[in-house]
């Protein structure tokens, strides 16, 4: 069964501090990787893609990791903002499902002054 | 970057009546449309992919009768959720497929939050 699950669920750091957070997906055969930043009571906002060739991306003080061998992925942040305060979620594509999505469930982030 | 807008979005309505959601491609042409529902504190949830000319397809449990939709063109998509109740009150989010070839680009609108009462 194609899963994607994410840690942790929910993350508080102060402003400045960097983080890191983690994906494990069972999609299979993998397509690409993305990294999605939705903002509460809005639609989601791509930060990353990455196909099985690359094993790093970054976005300005965005970047992704891709372990394909291990079916891996973390999205760190450096230097976090108040606006980094989001849900980030974890989307992995699978060649024979038609290119859909599978979603991980997400982990909220609080950046706190 | 591509932009897709969602119109209305926020709308009140009253159980049994309908309610129609646009979903709109600015920039872009999308061959494919998706509608996506997502309760509070949770991932999105596939509904349905929309092709452009012909009929959606919906995942299971997803009532096609319930939640119409249509993609009559290459910028434009539309959800009705029909004879609507207070549990399908929720924020409903569409996305938009731009490309041939994997990876496919795929920008999401900002929602639109349905509440039936």
Same mark, same amino acid.
């Not at chain 2, 929720?90 to 496919?104: D, V």
């Given at each position: ?113 | #970057? ?108 900002? #929602? ?6």
């Amino acid at each position: 069964k194609n899963q994607v699950e994410q840690s942790p669920q929910s993350l508080i750091i102060l402003e400045g501090k960097n983080c890191t957070l983690q994906c494990n997906y069972t999609v299979s055969p993998f397509s690409n990787l993305r990294w999605y930043k939705q903002d509460t009571g809005r639609g989601p906002v791509s930060l990353t893609i990455m196909t099985f060739s690359e094993n790093t991306k970054s976005n300005g003080r965005y970047t992704a990791t891709l372990d394909a061998d291990t079916k891996q992925s973390s999205l760190h942040i450096t230097a976090s903002q108040l606006s980094d305060s989001a849900s980030y979620i974890c989307v992995v594509s699978a060649q024979n499902y038609g290119q859909n999505f599978v979603f991980g469930p997400g982990t909220r982030l609080s950046v706190l002054p | #970057g591509a932009v897709v807008s969602q119109h209305p979005s926020r709308v009140i309505c009253k159980s049994g009546t309908s309610v129609k959601i646009e979903c709109r491609s600015l920039d872009f042409q999308a061959t494919t449309m998706f509608w996506y529902r997502q309760f509070p504190k949770k991932s999105l949830m596939l509904m349905a992919t929309s092709n452009e000319g012909s009929k959606a397809t919906y995942e299971q449990g997803v009532e096609k009768d319930k939640f119409l939709i249509n993609h009559a063109s290459l910028t434009l998509s539309t959800l009705t959720v029909t004879s609507a109740h207070p549990e399908d009150s929720s924020f409903y989010i569409c996305s938009a497929r731009e490309g041939n070839r994997p990876p496919y680009e795929q920008y999401f609108g900002p #929602g639109t939050r349905l509440t039936v009462t």
